[in-house]
């Protein structure tokens, strides 16, 4: 099984500023990884599919990076309704994992 | 619009069994494979099965192999999930969610299992 290691686990963060999540994965997954936003009593949302492809509706303050074991999602000039949990998710290999998630909070 | 509307959760005692259905609208179902996730109580996501727009690949996770069957109906654009012996560690808030980088999720239906 393939392990998803988030860094930070929980981030305090000021409005405005840059906020950046890791992901590290136990083997090689290419760009077989995709980033989530989840808020309290919400369906995950996606963010970023295939370590760097952007979505539609989502702000572009919202970008992804990275391949093979590291990857990072970068959230520029963080907004009050950016605080949420964030998980990456990998769809390489079965079974599927996600890492541990990453709580965002606004100061 | 796409849509995934979960049901059939509810509170089961352990030892008996449950069938989730995701109906699904807004897309053409029957080229996309699918998608179960649950997410137990102030825990974090986990992958339960997969199978494929033609129901030729199906998979589950360790912990629910032999207990849970997944399968869809492309003519009814729905999507099931068949729980048996389920057990308190199985108690969560279930989603469907669309492809491989799980693009549109339903809004999550709970499963309680406890006596």
């Known amino acids: 099984e393939i392990v998803l290691t988030q860094s930070p686990e929980f981030q305090s963060v000021t409005p405005k500023e840059k906020v950046t999540i890791t992901c590290r994965a136990s083997?090689?997954?290419?760009?077989?990884l995709h980033w989530y936003q989840q808020k309290p009593d919400q369906s995950p949302k996606v963010l970023i599919k295939?370590?760097?492809q952007s979505i539609s509706g989502v702000p572009s303050r919202f970008s992804g990076s990275g391949s093979g074991t590291d990857f990072t999602l970068t959230i520029n000039s963080l907004e009050a309704e950016d605080a949420a949990t964030y998980y990456c998710?990998?769809?390489?290999?079965?079974?599927?994992?996600f890492g541990q998630g990453t709580k965002v909070e606004i100061k | 619009e796409v849509q995934l509307v979960e049901s059939g959760g509810g509170l089961v005692q352990p030892g008996g069994s449950l069938r989730l259905s995701c109906a699904a609208s807004g897309f053409t179902f029957s080229t996309y494979s699918m998608n179960w996730v649950r997410q137990a109580p102030g825990k974090g996501l986990e992958w339960v099965s997969y199978i494929s727009s033609s129901s030729s690949d199906i998979h589950h996770s360790d912990s629910v192999k032999g207990r849970f069957t997944m399968s869809r109906d492309n003519a009814k654009n729905s999507l099931y999930l068949q729980m048996n012996s389920l057990r308190a560690e199985d108690t969560a808030v279930y989603y469907c969610a669309r492809a491989s980088s799980l693009d549109y999720w339903g809004q999550g239906t709970l499963v309680t299992v406890s006596s």
């Open positions: 998710h990998q769809s390489s290999t079965l079974p599927q994992t």
């Open positions: 295939y370590a760097s």
């Open positions: 083997q090689s997954i290419g760009s077989s």
